[in-house]
């Protein structure tokens, strides 16, 4: 099933500036918020849906690729991944300050109080995945092992050494943040700030665990399945959600970002969506015409070179390049035609070539079409 266009989600166009972007999404979350759709599916999947939406639309960079190339440009689970598998927690903590602006702390971070304890984010990693032009035909699935954060296979993400060994935060009473009340000479004015006691996650660890040292992640190597579309360019990038360094503690896990390059082709020559081939042929077969081979990313086929075709002549097969990202069907094959001219001649065959050169058939002759046609005659006689 096709994903909804972002735009159309938020309801804007796509040159909307970031504000009317935000305020959109406000709208929204506040119409489909699960607090004010208790039990409601329906509106659940919208909350997530426009989540989604705002997370690549506000960011300039996810926002440039989607604009250029769509869903597909954003890679696997591009997006935020709201839709998929991230909860509601994910969204508040991702999203909370526009939560508070919005509904002045009756949604909040979906703590009764209004605030939630901060979360921890994991960081992304970077890595580089090379293609060859058949790959970028026709879509290509990698492995990819790269040394991560990962969460701690003894505490399981706590960083306890036991359960019994974490405990509320007596400070802040689990909530992540402390509130004070000052007196000025305006009134009294209330302040809040991350808990210094927990750090703002609401918890204590009295006994850390003996692998993570309390902070609930350790090192390994991963390998990390990545499923690239057909139609991708050298430059775009693919994100895997939650395949990056793991969050301490049980936060969110950072992304994958992969960036697509190229490598070369032996014969072809990649021009956007289209394949170049520098075709080189003999002086007689020009002359006479005759029929050749030419590689493709489906396998070698047959064209024809018509007689008196000229060096420089591009002869198009539609199709045979590559496929669009967004599906709008494929480029061509372009075989650039070259007549080559051999350098070293034996004396019989200077000859020849003389006779030739004296015929009125191998002096050049004006084409109606062709604005260059002086120019060679200079550098022919030359």
């Known amino acids: 099933m096709s994903k909804r266009d972002y735009y159309e989600i938020l309801g804007v166009s796509k040159g909307a500036a970031k504000d009317e972007i935000k305020k959109a999404y406000r709208k929204h979350a506040l119409k489909y ?77 979906r703590s009764r109080g209004g605030r939630s304890r901060n979360v921890n984010k994991g960081t992304n990693l970077r890595l580089k995945v090379k293609l060859t032009l058949e790959e970028f035909a026709r879509g290509a699935e990698k492995k990819v092992r790269v040394t ?55 918890k204590v660890i009295s006994k850390k665990c003996h692998k993570c040292y309390g902070e609930g992640i350790t090192q390994a190597d991963e390998v990390i399945p990545v499923s690239i579309p057909a139609g991708m360019a050298p430059g775009m990038q693919l994100s895997v959600t939650g395949k990056g360094n793991a969050a301490r503690r049980g936060g969110i896990n950072g992304d994958l970002i992969v960036l697509i390059d190229e490598e070369p082709h032996e014969d072809l020559i990649r021009e956007g969506n289209d394949l170049i081939y520098n075709l080189f042929i003999s002086i007689p077969d020009a002359i006479l015409g005759s029929n050749v081979e030419v590689p493709t990313l489906d396998g070698k086929v047959r064209i024809k070179i018509d007689p008196g075709t000229q060096g420089g002549k591009i002869l198009r097969l539609r199709g ?27 004396r019989e065959e200077q000859k020849m070539i003389e006779q030739y050169r004296s015929s009125q058939t191998f002096i050049p002759k004006p084409d109606a079409d062709d604005k260059g046609f002086f120019d060679r005659v200079k550098n022919y006689f030359s």
């Not at 939406?53 to 604009?67: F, G, P, Q, T, W």
């Not at 296979?153 to 509130?179: E, L, M, P, Q």
């Not at 390049?321 to 034996?346: E, I, M, R, S």
């Open 33 to 109: 918020h699960p607090d004010k759709n208790p039990g409601n599916k329906e509106a659940e999947e919208k909350f997530k849906e426009a989540a989604e939406a705002y997370e690549v639309l506000s960011n300039d960079e996810k926002r440039a690729r989607y604009d250029q190339f769509g869903h597909a440009g954003l890679g696997n689970n591009m997006g935020g991944g709201f839709g998929g598998g991230m909860t509601m927690e994910d969204i508040f903590s991702s999203f909370g300050d526009i939560f508070g602006d919005a509904f002045g702390g009756a949604f909040g971070g």
């Open 148 to 202: 991560k954060y990962v969460t701690c296979n003894v505490c399981n993400g706590t960083g306890a050494a036991s359960d019994s060994d974490i405990t509320t935060c007596s400070t802040c009473k689990g909530t992540g943040h402390t509130t004070r009340v000052m007196n000025t000479i305006l009134g009294q004015m209330q302040t809040t700030a991350p808990c210094n006691v927990c750090g703002g996650e609401g």
């Open 320 to 346: 045979k390049g590559l496929p669009d990202v967004n599906g709008y069907g494929k480029g061509d094959l372009l075989v650039n035609v070259n007549v080559w001219v051999p350098k070293n001649l034996t």
